[in-house]
């Protein structure tokens, strides 16, 4: 009897081994992938180390890239891929969203763009807006030309010029996060209802106390609740403001409720979709817009000759970004959309603010198919997660020389063969807004944002740095700096002034 249980013990021990060592270890194809930690094929013990309080162990990709090439194993079920045919296969070829994307950016319980884990119900969603969002909507849209004007002479330029004429410090960091919100909500909403942050500072405080409690885990049902409310108040009031002449039109709101009001689905349920997809976009608005205006500011204050050089471009368009306070509304003028867009300086500057500190770094994880897939010539099965970061594809050696290093000199063309063709897989390269079925819709918008804004700023001030502390980029899905804050002086360069 007893040497029958000891050889069954033997065998299922033997049995286990093999299934739970040996196999994933040595056998099954997946055990081929270079591994970021030998314990890897057997447990995630190894990255969950590296991940303390939801971090996302960047500088830990970066090394395992950096010693074991573009495909690297990190757990029994998770890998990290950082090449051009890893991208195109991964966010081009069908894989699905991972279950966090559910989980944690869905809002009033129904999904959007951002949550939405099955690509064909996201494409048709995503169809339903996607033409509002398009360059050439973006650069012709008379609403965001109306509204970019109010929001720039009105509200932005006051409060500068009254912080240059006192050597008033600012924390641009905090007004960076007012201009996102009130950006994107006009843009959403109308300019009526945008959230008018710039100039109500309390308001932007209580906002901007919900929005950290959420990212932060503290207080999240309550926060939630209140950013919920506050969004399906602004949607009600857009509802009204449609049918009467505004100064400028809600225009998502409107061409998202317009294109649901074909759909089937009841008034109420029509609402809350809308109203989950408008919250979803002030979220992915306000955070990586802000990250990216706080460190070009700061690259800039750090750097007063890239400043001249920049203010020097800005001066030659054909209508600069002049603001002269006494000017009446006749007299205040934004440049041409197109015109500003083809600047080079403007467009390096910006392009290298996010290779170098993109939004969002961490991997964006994707689920191989049932049927598995061959990345990197490694046969994987299905349900594994399979991500890249932007950070570690914008800091590859070998498309981006010194590429720790804010260069951005790097994208101008001198129009040489060489150039030409460097900055051409330089851009093959570049990730910062994703790509494929769930690229960032919001690239156009951002892009014509952040460099009007980068216009009104300098071509009428010089900035200098006055409290930098905690500028590093965080380690978080959402990347701003530790210390949440830049504080910066403002000197005006128009002599009129
Ligand atoms: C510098 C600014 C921005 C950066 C760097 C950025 C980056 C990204 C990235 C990397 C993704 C892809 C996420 C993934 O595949 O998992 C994304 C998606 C998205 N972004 Fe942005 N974003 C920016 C601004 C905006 C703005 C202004 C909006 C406002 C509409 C926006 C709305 C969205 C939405 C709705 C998605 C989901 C798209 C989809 O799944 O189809 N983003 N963004």
New binding site residues.
Partial sequence: MLPLVFISAVVLVAGLFYKYIIYPACISPFSKVPRAHFSVPFASLWIRRKRPEGTNAIQTLLAAHKKHGPIVRLSPDELSVASLDGLRQIYTGGFEKAQEYEDEFMNYGIPN??SMLQSKP?SVQ?RMISNV?SKSSIQNSADLRTFSKVLLFESLFPPLQSAAQEDAAVDVYGLSQALGSDF?TAFLFGIDNCSNFIRDVPARRKFMANYWAKKDGVDVKRATDELEAHVLSLCRAAETLSGNSPISRPVVHAQLSSQLFKSSISPQQKELVVASEML??IL??ID??TV?MTYLKWELSRNPGLQSALRKELLNLSSPLVYTPNASQGERRLPDPKELDSLPLLNAVLKEV?RVY???PAL?DRVTPPGGAVIEGYAIPGGIRVGTSAKVMHLNEKVFSDAGSFVPERWLSDGKEESVNRIKEMNRWFW???CGG??????H??THMLKSITAAIYTNYETTIVDDEGIEQEDAFLAGPVGRKLVLKFRSVNDAN
């Fill in positions: 763009l951002v996201h995503k969002y994107i979803d976009h992915a608005s990586t817009t990216t996010l993109p939004p969002t964006l910062a807004f994703g769930r690229m960032c819709i919001g690239n918008f951002a």
